[in-house]
């Protein structure tokens, strides 16, 4: 039976990259940032993790408006980080974990989730820049990684509820896969931000706190918030924090958080990451 090894949230914010990609990770801007993650890298590094499912939305870079899959799953040997208009960034090819996506995609839909299955797809800063977080800028990543792609970019997205059902879901297809492999789930985006209408610019640094404090202990009412509810109080770009249900349903009701990080504002938004693990 493959194993829960730990679930992780964390932002996604291109300008992350962007600063890798300029040498600025040490700058006395992004230092704090990078340096937050650090105990988080440790400790996934110290526990080897075999595959990790990321749960992600594109933007508009492999999915564009004129077709929006609300719930897509990657099943493929190999995904290669998208152009997102300068040229793919230098970041090694990802190596899928495609059995173990395979069974994921038998549980969905016999679970009545129904995903795009896709065999080949380009992977975004949406994915991208949760591994450089995690695992650095290794020449080949140390895990296999299995897609889970979420429509957050145009409306409707999907419920709170059913993100956290999707959780019980993926919790069900890890229990239910005949490996002794340890899988690392990582839900991204957020925190709060809003990068378009007349709210643009919009963070709300105390609710993001309150996220990072909460959503271990004390899930219940971010799983019962509305769609517009996660718009209001994170901004319209905010509600990508949805994807972070995923992860936490996938969990024991009881979680310890072994690592926690904020910091805002980076490019335009509230940034940070958690690391729990089950109580044993
Ligand atoms: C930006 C883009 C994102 O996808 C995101 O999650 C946060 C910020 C941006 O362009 O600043
Ligand atoms: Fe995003």
Redesign the pocket.
Known sequence: MAELLAGLGT?????IAAALDKGLRDSDEWKPFFDGYVPAQDWVAGHKPDIAVVIF?D?GNSFFLDRVPTLALGVADEYRPADEGWGPRPVPNFIGAADFAWHLADRMVEGHFDPLICRELDVD??MQVPMELVFGRPDAWPVKVVPILVNTIQYPIPTPQRMWDLGRLLREAIASYPTDEKILVMGT??LS?Q?QGARAGFINPQADREWIAKIGADPARYRAMSREDYVEEFGS?GA?LIMWLVMRGCMDADVRTLHQHYFAPA???GAGMVLLENMR
């Open positions: 932002s996604h914010v291109p300008s939305n933007h800063h949406g985006g957020g931000h990068l770009e990508e490019s335009m938004t």
